[in-house]
């Protein structure tokens, strides 16, 4: 099956500095990459959807200024929590799918981000 | 309004009970996706559907679409505690939309 892949898998960081989080897609060429943010026991909420080539589609309530997206190849597509504060600690997840919107999404392992 | 509706939301079985996750919605999907998500960890496709009517079988786990593509349900027999995790619908309707989760806890 598609193999997504997430990088780091942890990270802390002290309030105010900025962190970027990898996705990749391992075997396959993703079109489209979701990343979604999940709290404890809840669903997974998406905050934008990304297509290589162009700029991200960020749902309502979501700061692009806060969330950059950056899709630059079909195998890549990086988030980064800037001036991050304690209140974007969270559970923080990737999905890539290739093809149309009938195409499953497959996800990566996620990334807990933890700011102090 | 939540696109996707499952139900229940928290579900605590003994190890052996069968169990039933429902995911409904009023649009109509093209296909629809079953995940379950263990904690700390990202959601693992179980199954697609995509025709009306769909009947499938994984091992102990039955997923069903519905015949006008608007609900899918999900059958758990002789749960067992590898089975606990969060479960959760998705479906492509241009983007990704999930339902709520089942968070399934099956004790021993």
């Known amino acids: 099956g598609a193999v997504v892949s997430q990088h780091p898998s942890r990270v802390i960081c002290k309030s105010g500095t900025s962190v970027k989080i990898e996705c990749r897609s391992l075997?396959?060429?993703?079109?489209?990459m979701f990343w979604y943010r999940q709290f404890p026991k809840q669903s997974l909420m998406l905050m934008a959807t990304s297509n290589e080539g162009s700029k991200a589609t960020y749902e309502q309530g979501v700061e692009k200024d806060k969330f950059l997206i950056n899709h630059a190849s079909l195998t890549l597509s990086t988030l980064t929590v800037t001036s991050a504060h304690p209140e974007d600690s969270s559970f923080y997840i990737c999905?890539?799918?290739?093809?149309?919107?009938?195409?499953?999404?497959?996800f990566g392992p996620g990334t807990r981000l933890l700011v102090l | 309004t939540q696109l996707l509706e499952q139900s229940p939301q928290f579900l605590s079985i003994q190890e052996g009970e069968n169990l039933t996750v429902y995911c409904n919605s009023s649009s109509v999907f093209s296909s629809l996706q079953w995940y379950r998500q263990e904690p700390g960890e990202g959601p693992v496709l179980l199954v697609t559907v995509v025709t009306g009517g769909e009947v499938k079988k994984l091992k102990r786990l039955t997923f069903q679409f519905g015949d006008a593509r608007k609900d899918s349900s999900l059958h758990i027999t002789a749960a067992q505690p590898g089975d606990t995790g969060l479960y959760l619908c998705a479906a492509n309707a241009g983007k990704s939309t999930f339902g709520d989760g089942t968070t399934l806890t099956v004790k021993p």
């Open positions: 999905s890539a799918r290739y093809g149309t919107a009938k195409e499953t999404q497959y």
């Open positions: 075997d396959f060429q993703a079109t489209t």
